[in-house]
């Protein structure tokens, strides 16, 4: 069976967190493929959703972008998982992080934004693709970002 842990920074009601529930809901086919979903911060309504259709949901209940409790809470459910696939700044960095522990996971990470800032957004996201074996974006106005403020390659 092919294991997923779909990893995102929060699951309050907003554009990255509807896209994370409508692919977890898509790919899970239990039991060829199974999703999970974790995010950084506390549960949010997104997850109440996810939940209702018996999909898995970790909060790693990270308290700021700088708790560094939400590493070592990854690298506990982590080597049950195949693929990490990440998606914001925040949950690619902790994704790079864990790409240290867990070198058997195939890591991809997802960019969603064109916002030039703040721009230590983009000199994160330029660290923590090092360690994504691809990166997806979901428009070429977002591919050129990534491309020119964190040298994300074509």
Do not use: K
């Not at 529930?21 to 974790?38: S, T």
Request: hydrophobic content about 50%; glycine content about 2%.
């Amino acid at each position: 069976m092919r294991r997923i842990l779909l990893l995102i920074t929060d699951l309050q009601i907003g554009g990255t967190p509807t896209v994370v529930r409508e692919l977890a809901f898509r790919l899970h086919r239990p039991p060829m493929v199974r999703v999970d979903v974790a995010c950084l911060a506390p549960w949010g309504p997104v997850a109440d959703q996810l939940s209702a259709h018996d999909i898995a949901v970790t909060a790693l209940n990270a308290s700021s972008a700088a708790d560094v409790r939400t590493l070592p809470r990854l690298l506990r459910i982590l080597p049950q998982y195949d693929t990490l696939f990440s998606f914001l700044v925040h949950a690619n960095a902790l994704a790079a992080a864990a790409s240290v522990f867990c070198p058997n996971v195939r890591y991809i990470q997802a960019i969603q934004t064109t916002q030039p800032c703040p721009r230590w957004h983009w000199l994160v996201q330029a660290a923590a693709q090092l360690a994504a074996e691809r990166i997806v974006v979901p428009s070429q106005s977002v591919a050129n970002a990534a491309r020119d403020w964190s040298h994300v390659p074509a």
